[in-house]
Nanobody, 125 residues
């Protein structure tokens, strides 16, 4: 089992940057693919998949809305996955969650069964 904790969020003006971190403990980190999801204000029942990275080989996926602006990476030695967010837009405002799966189908939302507690990102106009 893996425990996840997000950090690095905050308030930033449009066009600015933030770097989120997802730290993992309690298991072999490189056995897990890691994804970032976000839940926008007023959409309590919806979590949008933002990006994910496969275990070991570092293959990545980005939602169309963030492609070219966000970069996901992992440092297995530090048990940490990062989401570098550049050129932030107000519509990026959300609670961001990291999640983990041991499934090889790392692009499937339902495969993610371990979740962090969330971290707020707010982008002002």
């Amino acid at each position: 089992e893996v425990q996840l904790e997000e950090s690095g969020g905050g308030l930033v003006h449009a066009g600015g940057s933030l770097r989120l971190s997802c730290g993992a403990s309690g298991t072999t980190f490189d056995d897990y693919a890691i994804a970032w999801f976000r839940q926008a204000p007023g959409k309590e029942r919806e979590r949008e998949a933002v990006s994910c990275i496969s275990r070991r080989n570092g293959r990545t996926y980005y939602a169309g809305s963030v492609k070219g602006r966000f970069t996901i990476s992992r440092d297995n030695a530090k048990n940490t996955v990062y989401l570098q967010m550049n050129s932030l837009k107000p519509e990026d405002t959300a609670v961001y969650y990291c999640a983990a799966t041991r499934s090889t189908n790392y692009r499937a939302t339902q495969a993610y069964d371990y979740w962090g507690q969330g971290n707020q990102v707010t982008v002002s106009s």
